[in-house]
Nanobody
Framework: QVQLVESGGGLVQPGGSLRLSCAAS????????MNWYRQALGKERELVAG????????NYADSVTGRFTVSRDNAKNTVWLQMNSLKPEDTAVYSC?????????????WGQGTQVTVSS
């Protein structure tokens, strides 16, 4: 059974930090690129950060570049999102996504999400 389980969300003051975790099971984690998405209330889901299978390459949304860092450990089947200098506009449900490109499409899985609220 495939599972992606996020944790680490919560309420934090502006300027604070949180570290989100996403624990994967039920599939070959090291073969999948991993992404973090977020969706704020009433807004479209947006890609926040991504990391390739080996961790060699990462990418970030402009809005989080320099503040967020994505990392992974294939031995632990886990991907993290370190979020620093948090702003109220970072408030959203954060979800992790595992994706693998296939010849005829993609194979992807989603977690249930974790709420991050940035407020004083």
């Amino acid at each position: 059974q495939v599972q992606l389980v996020e944790s680490g969300g919560g309420l934090v003051q502006p300027g604070g930090s949180l570290r989100l975790s996403c624990a994967a099971s039920g599939f070959t984690f090291r073969n999948y690129n991993m992404n973090w998405y977020r969706q704020a209330l009433g807004k479209e889901r947006e890609l926040v950060a991504g990391i390739t299978t080996s961790g060699a390459y990462t990418n970030y949304a402009d809005s989080v570049t320099g503040r967020f860092t994505v990392s992974r450990d294939n031995a632990k089947n886990t991907v993290w999102l370190q979020m620093n200098s948090l702003k109220p506009e970072d408030t959203a449900v954060y979800s992790c996504n595992a994706v693998r490109l296939l010849g005829i499409g993609v194979d992807d899985y989603w977690g249930q999400g974790t709420q991050v609220t940035v407020s004083s």
